[in-house]
């Protein structure tokens, strides 16, 4: 494990869970940055590009795929995701850390590729809870929401893939969860072999 590098931090959760407005409150509130993925849907109202998705054409998306200019991409619910590649490469590389908001599949394609990222579940503290948030969203049809919560009882059959659950009953809570989640993973002892081993070296010293 390579300490001067970044985390990589994929939260994933069943849609409506509260996964994008956890992260937009995330903004500002630790040293990370939050990938903006690529997607083939139709920005919904107040949406902007290359700020919440880069909205592409299917061809766009698809020339992408041809240059591997994605770590991975996945379909979601009928449109085409994906995490640029080159944007979360270099901060990794460079020690900064990147949340990466992605679905399922696309969050267990980066488990192969990157073991030793941190890999959070979001859930919603009811079915029902989950029901309402899509539905008062009003960002679907009735199909696609009905797509969309068909699809959460899949997805939770895959919790145990992650390394955290967290239960966003609150916003508030929510985010501190995943703070003190960054904070201790930045703390772990196996990736804080350097920092032991200068201890070690200035107690031969003396
Ligand atoms: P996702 O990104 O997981 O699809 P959103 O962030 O769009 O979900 O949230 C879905 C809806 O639920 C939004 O209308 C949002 O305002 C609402 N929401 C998110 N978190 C909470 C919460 N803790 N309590 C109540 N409503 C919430
Ligand atoms: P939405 O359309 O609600 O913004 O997102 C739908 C789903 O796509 C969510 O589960 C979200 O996490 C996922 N998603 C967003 N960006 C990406 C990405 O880059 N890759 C993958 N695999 N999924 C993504």
């Known amino acids: ?25 995330l903004v500002g509130k630790g040293d990370f940055l939050i990938s903006v993925s690529a997607t083939t849907r139709q920005p919904r109202q107040g949406e902007v590009d290359g700020v919440n998705y880069y909205f592409l054409t ?21 449109n085409y995701y994906g995490t640029p590649k080159s944007k979360v490469l270099d901060c990794i590389k460079n020690g900064i850390n990147v949340i990466l908001e992605i679905d399922i599949q696309g969050a267990l394609k980066v488990k192969k590729t990157c ?20 539905s008062n969203r009003g960002t679907e049809t009735p199909q696609s929401l009905m797509l969309r919560f068909r699809s959460a ?11 955290y659950v967290v239960v966003n009953d609150t916003v508030d809570m929510a985010v501190k969860r995943i703070q003190s989640i960054i904070i201790a993973e930045q703390c772990r002892a196996d990736r804080r072999k350097g920092k032991i081993l200068d201890l070690e070296e200035e107690i031969i010293d003396e």
């Open 115 to 134: 073991p030793d990222g941190v890999f959070i579940f979001v859930i919603p503290p009811s079915m029902d809870e989950l029901r309402k948030r899509i």
């Open 58 to 78: 299917k061809e766009e998306f698809k020339t992408k795929i041809e240059n591997d200019d994605f770590i991975e991409y996945a379909e979601v619910y009928g």
């Open 153 to 163: 009882y899949e997805e939770i059959k895959y919790i145990s893939r992650y390394n």
């Open 1 to 25: 494990m390579d300490e001067k590098k970044g985390l990589l931090i994929v939260i994933s959760g069943p849609s409506g869970t509260g996964k994008g407005t956890i992260c937009k409150s």
